[in-house]
T-cell receptor, first 113, second 114 residues
């Protein structure tokens, strides 16, 4: 059974810092990996989707990498801003997708002004 | 382009009642998935519908059911509500059936069971 772990569970940094969020998964046979952000009481906003054949994806100040063989992904946020404060979730689709997305518990990020 | 729309956004029920939640996917998306989010268990997959057929199902009891209509709109139903069913229920749509495709989520329906 696929398990996804996100470290750290919470992170607080001053505005302007570059930061890295980590995601690991136990079964490397994934189809794709998706990063989301969730604001309090809200739904999930898709940030980046990485297919299993890709190594990284970039969108603005966000860069996500994928190392399938080691079961790891990182989300890099450059020049953090207070508006980046949210919970960041990593999710993988394994095998044929019969189990839907398997999510980590998330990293709660606070950017201090 | 409108996103995924879920109704109602908030609802309160009592134990033993049943509830129906609705989801309208992004126009052109044919796959609709449902997830339950709780503080203890996080996000868990309920089921996925594509072309009016349930294609995949998570590990939830039979009290949880759903359906999809010909216009891709979906509903999920929970019967005989229990306190533990209190959660944020999220719907996601995708152009294609899992595992391909990026998922886009709605704002969720927050269910409180008293």
């Amino acid at each position: 059974k696929q398990e996804v772990t996100q470290i750290p569970a919470a992170l607080s940094v001053p505005e302007g810092e570059n930061l890295v969020l980590n995601c690991s998964f136990t079964d490397s046979a994934i189809y794709n990996l998706q990063w989301f952000r969730q604001d309090p009481g809200k739904g999930l906003t898709s940030l980046l989707l990485i297919q299993s054949s890709q190594r990284e994806q970039t969108s603005g100040r966000l860069n996500a990498s994928l190392d399938k063989s080691s079961g790891r992904s990182t989300l890099y946020i450059a020049a953090s801003q207070p508006g980046d404060s949210a919970t960041y979730l990593c999710a993988v689709v394994s095998g044929g997708g019969a189990d839907g997305l398997t999510f980590g518990k998330g990293t709660h990020l606070i950017i201090q002004p | 382009k409108a996103g995924v729309t879920q109704t109602p956004r908030y609802l309160i029920k009592t134990r033993g009642q049943q509830v129906t939640l609705s989801c309208s996917p992004i126009s052109g998306h044919r796959s609709v998935s449902w997830y339950q989010q709780t503080p203890g268990q996080g996000l868990q997959f309920l089921f996925e519908y594509f072309s009016e057929t349930q294609r995949n199902k998570g590990n939830f009891p039979g009290r949880f059911s759903g359906r999809q209509f010909s216009n891709s709109r979906s509903e999920m139903n929970v019967s005989t509500l229990e306190l533990g069913d209190s959660a944020l229920y999220l719907c996601a749509s995708s152009l294609t059936l899992a595992p391909a495709g990026e998922l886009f989520f709605g704002e969720g329906s927050r269910l409180t069971v008293l």
